[in-house]
């Protein structure tokens, strides 16, 4: 195409073109969000209380692309009306998944302050009811915890979900207290590496946690499917421990917040 057009058109050969970016040989997957991708994502609809007594309703509305910081992304939207909450939740299942292999996305966070509840996560791609099916938390914040300790923008949760079903669901469950500010205006890495025995989630290239899924760990059977990956803007419910909508000091009446996705990577290792 390069020597076409310099062909084609008089003085081309004068013009400097800016070098393009190398992208990896392993790269199996990216989206930018220069548009919404429906044949990737799925927005999704559902009721206030559909699960963990969250507060909000799931509306394609409150899911869009826009510009941040110069940048195309994804923007979710959490935004309160009265005594409605509503925001947005996308996900990939049947469209986008993997087996093995290392997802990567650059979100910047709102601050969460008390009741917001943004998540990165992924389900088994394997039409099996929860727990069974295997859930990956690469990313959870604002947790009950935090908000009692004054921790919530540096306390990240990491955890995977798994069980024969809802009776016996077992989880792994781990809180990270960085140093630092996850909720400070930039956008930040968050990772899971998936292979045959080990999750392994990093934030902006530093370890957060490890998980075991070897034969011997008694959890390879959940974890052996492919994946898909969700993303997410909750409200109030059982993880920050609120269930009051006036005491979602984060989301006024006619207040609103935003989670931004500047991309999502796939990665064979």
């Known amino acids: 195409m390069l020597l076409m057009c310099c062909?084609?058109?008089a003085?081309?050969?004068q013009d400097i073109e800016e070098p393009k970016e190398q992208l990896p040989d392993n790269l199996v997957f990216i989206d930018e969000f220069e548009t919404f991708n429906d044949k990737v994502w799925t927005k999704?609809?559902?009721e206030p209380g559909w699960v963990n007594n969250e507060l909000q309703e799931y509306r394609p509305e409150n899911?869009?692309?826009g510009t941040d910081q110069g940048k195309s992304v994804l923007i979710i939207t959490a935004e309160r009306k009265?005594?409605?909450?509503?925001?947005g939740r996308v996900n990939s299942q049947g469209k986008m998944n993997f087996r093995t292999g290392r997802i990567e996305a650059s979100i910047k966070l709102p601050k969460?302050?008390?009741g917001l509840w943004p998540a990165f996560w992924m389900m088994g791609d394997n039409g099996k009811n929860w727990p069974t099916c295997?859930?990956?938390d690469i990313l959870e914040m604002g947790e009950k915890q935090g908000i009692l300790n004054g921790t919530s923008?540096?306390?990240v949760n990491v955890a995977i979900h798994y069980g024969e079903d809802y009776t016996s669901h077992r989880q792994e469950y781990f809180a990270k207290l960085l140093d630092h500010s996850l909720q400070d205006g930039e956008y930040h890495i968050y990772a899971l590496e998936k292979t045959a025995n080990r999750l392994t989630i990093t934030i902006d290239g530093i370890e957060i946690r490890s998980f075991d899924i070897s034969p011997v760990s008694g959890r390879q059977e959940y974890f052996k499917d492919e994946y898909y990956a969700l993303i997410n803007l909750a409200v109030g419910g059982n993880f920050p421990g609120i269930q009051d909508i006036d005491e979602i000091t984060a989301l006024p009446d006619d207040g609103k917040a935003y989670m931004y996705v500047d991309w999502i990577k796939v990665f064979d290792l």
């Open 112 to 114: 969460t302050a008390n």
């Open 7 to 9: 062909f084609n058109q």
């Open 153 to 155: 923008e540096s306390l």
């Open 134 to 136: 295997g859930e990956i």
């Open 11 to 13: 003085g081309c050969s």
């Open 44 to 46: 999704e609809r559902h």
């Open 82 to 87: 009265g005594n409605n909450i509503y925001s």
């Open 63 to 65: 899911v869009s692309v």
